[in-house]
């Protein structure tokens, strides 16, 4: 009785766990498809889950980074989704394959054309973007939710480095090291020679492994025979002399 009774009290408590953690998970977020290098590029995910029952999300609004802008951010298209790309003045022009970039994108705005996201579901909005800056392990992204209710859920809230995650953390895309010659083709091609040489290499060694392996088992096999023969006459001649 007492170990059910804690068994049950278990399961309670497991319960209450998740329910007081799910919200925690439940908001707009920003992963990439693979990594996202300094000085990189790469593919980027909203990813968007409906918190309410009774009500569809209608409209994205993601907000660009001023402090570290970039220069190309493009939309994937999606059906049922209607999406402008909102591009703004730089205070300070950045600098982009050679070229002088006085305009970068600040905002993109997905609106459904149809139902939306509906309740118990998600959808994922991907985005090009680059270049990735070096400056920086990350760039948060302020996103703004719009229900088919009208209902606005501001995710623009900052999370702090050793501070309990806020109500509506903004979404933050977290930068990996500069992989090193991801502008050039002279080390892959290396590695290409490299890797040709060792195939090469390795369909050689099965041919000359195999007649090195002949030559010894035909060795071997004489010696056996030889060693048989001896002992045979060996046994012969102690039955002769018996």
Known sequence: MKASRIAAAGAVAG?????????????????????????????????????????????????FPTDHPLASAMPEPMAGWKIEVTKSKLDKPIELHGEKISEAVSKITWTAEGKGIEPGYFQKFPVSVGQLPEDTDQLVFKALQTYSNKEVVRWIEVPEEGQDEPENPAPVLELSAAEEGHHGGSSSEKASDAEAASAKTEAAEPADSSDTTARVLGVVGIVVGALGVAYGVLAGRRRTDA
């Open 15 to 63: 319960t209450a766990v998740l329910a007081l953690s799910a919200p925690a998970f439940a908001h707009v977020s920003v992963q990439p498809e693979g990594t996202a290098a300094k000085g990189g590029y790469a593919v980027v995910d909203f990813k968007v889950p409906n918190e309410r029952d009774n009500a569809s999300t209608t409209k994205l609004e993601v907000n």
